[in-house]
């Protein structure tokens, strides 16, 4: 069973997808991570050939085998990794990487191209929508950033870049549900998601 999560900065696919994964006994995969781990790499003056990322059994991010998970959420890499992704050869090392950590396991992997990229055929697509205002006070939450003007900033400077670069750019896949989260708690938002995999799961004989 795979679920793919999309969806812009902010729009709660973490905390959806970890929900989802922790109740159904999934595997949970953070792509946004990823591209962050290497745009952590390329700050550090390395080339893309020298940089290797993983992920290990406690869903901590590896960068050349350095544990760098608490140094991925800045508003500087929040940047520089919604940069790094336009470009191609990063966009292959890691939809390779990710496809193959989804290969033949019971997966719930958010990003932006999950359902249109790196899992096409997964079982379950989500895509969350929110206002960018919606998403800036969320993100002001989650890291205690102030000012209201510059987060909302940020957030609509990346969703340009995220949804209008070449390769990838964030789009629903066509077979996903929309959710639009802008009126609905996260308890509201894991309920109706939990609903549809339940729902998937009874009418594919693998009740759980
Ligand atoms: O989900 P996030 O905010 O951690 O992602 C950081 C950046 O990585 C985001 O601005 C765009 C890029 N990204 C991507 O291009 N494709 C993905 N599957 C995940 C993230």
Redesign the pocket.
Known sequence: MQIAIDGP?ASG?TSLGAALAQQFGYLFA????M??AVALGLERGLKLDEIDISVDGNNHFLLNGEDVTDLLHSPRL?QA??RA?IRPEV?RKLVSLQQQIARGRDIVME????GTV?LPQAEIKIFLEARPSSRARRRMKQRKELDFRTTLREIVA?DE??STRDI?PLNPARDAIIMNTDQKSLEEVICEATDLVKEYLEGHCCVQ
Do not use: F, L, M
Request: aromatic share 4%.
């Open positions: 900065a696919k953070e792509t946004g991570k591209y962050r929040d990794a919604s992704a966009r990003g932006r191209d999950i790196v990346r870049r995220d990838a």
